[in-house]
């Protein structure tokens, strides 16, 4: 009951979690990460599935990546549309102001020319013949009648230049209205294109999505199957005849914690966290050769375990690459595990493989749990190193 429950709780947790981070999942565990048992090809084809429906997740993945990169350029050019937008109606609007003003200009221009005029022909001193009368002589005539003549030369010139004035302003107007119906067009155009990249980006993460889902669901269907080891801890099957020696046990479970600043908690009690890899295989060592882990550190560290005095023969430990019985298999870090793993060796088959005891391995399908013992057989000691005692 106990491991069905934490069966249980280790797949809600993990359904927690492909809810959260289905577009992410398939980064998190390469297909290479599982080992199928030689000849199992329903366990290759699952993988196979796996990887395919993580290759397409990717894919999409990378589509939308670049979709989102077109949506931030279009919003880019749609900002910088709307700032020119704005620019142009300022424009527009000080030239209907000035517009505006030379009207009013022109328009009391007229008038003034239109009474000068009307006091020129109309009025008693306007009249030739008054001008005439009026004068001392013929070039006081002649002078007084140049001034009129001036005045109406300079009032038609002042009337030209504020037509001149009105028209360049409306051509200004025009060419402003033209600028700001481009940019309008142009912004339409823009937004138009966001639209069509949301929608596909959409697409893409949707494809993504479903993509991951498959791949978790075949995922599920190769961890029934096949074994992920800690790190590169090889592949093997489970054994359920070895006899679990580890004074601890009784605590360790995947509920168990260890802290060291709770009073009484156990921590390094051979050489590791307990109910960890390390500290049972220190365990197993102290239990066969009675010598207690001086070396120390994380899994993959073991490789430099070499050097030690071994108490009940007087022999030197040493590492190299040929498995022994009672001897500790390292296995070294990985991008997935960065501390390594390390096994106890119960024996080595005819064909080479070892029958190996462990702790805190993720094969919950099969009955190995983190934080608690595992054992297995027929695992392929390639790429491993091996500590010995004799």
Not at 11 to 39: H, W
Not at 125 to 142: H, Q, T, V, W
Not at 303 to 327: F, H, L
Request: net charge negative.
């Amino acid at each position: 009951m106990k491991k069905q429950n934490q069966k249980f709780k280790k797949i809600v947790g993990y359904v927690s979690i492909m809810a959260v981070f289905s577009g992410l999942l398939f980064l998190i565990t390469p297909a290479s990460a599982y080992n199928c048992n030689p000849g199992d090809t329903e366990c290759e084809n699952a993988k196979a599935n796996m990887e395919q429906k993580q290759n397409e997740a990717r894919t999409f993945m990378q589509k939308a990546s670049s979709v989102s990169e077109i949506i931030d350029q279009l919003n880019t050019e749609i900002s910088e549309l709307d700032k020119s937008i704005a620019s142009n109606e300022a424009k527009i609007k000080i030239l209907n102001k000035k517009i505006k003003e030379t009207e009013e200009k022109l328009k009391d221009r007229q008038t003034a020319l239109a009474e000068l005029l009307v006091n020129m022909h109309f009025s008693d001193d306007s009249e030739p013949i008054r001008i005439l009368a009026g004068s001392k002589s013929i070039s006081d005539y002649a002078e007084k009648a140049a001034r009129e003549e001036v005045a109406k030369q300079e009032v038609a010139l002042a009337s030209e230049r504020v037509k001149e004035t009105k028209k360049e302003l409306d051509n200004q107007k025009a060419e402003v209205e033209v600028a700001l119906e481009a940019s309008e067009s142009e912004k339409i155009v823009a937004a138009s294109k966001r639209e069509n990249q949301k929608t596909l980006l959409a697409e893409y993460e949707k494809n993504a999505d479903d993509a991951a889902a498959a791949a978790s669901y075949w995922e599920n269907q190769v961890r029934a199957m096949a074994w992920r080891p800690s790190g590169s801890a090889g592949s093997g099957r489970r054994s359920y005849d070895a006899r679990n020696t580890y004074p601890y046990s009784n605590v360790c479970s995947e509920d168990y914690v260890y802290d060291e600043n709770i009073p009484g908690s156990i921590v390094f009690p051979y050489g590791g966290l307990v109910c960890q890899c390390t500290d049972y295989a220190s365990y197993k060592a102290y239990e066969k050769w009675g010598i207690v882990n001086s070396w120390g550190g994380d899994a993959w560290a073991y490789v430099y375990a070499g050097g030690y005095t071994v108490p009940n023969n007087g022999a030197t430990t040493y590492v190299n690459q040929v498995p022994a019985a009672n001897t500790i298999a390292i296995w070294p870090a990985t991008w997935a595990n960065p501390y390594g793993h390390v096994q106890w060796v119960e024996s080595v088959n005819a064909n080479g493989t070892i029958n190996v005891t462990e702790y805190n391995v993720d094969w919950a399908e099969n009955g190995c749990y983190v934080k608690d013992f595992c054992s297995r057989d027929g695992v392929s000691p390639y790429g491993a190193s091996f500590l010995h005692f004799e």
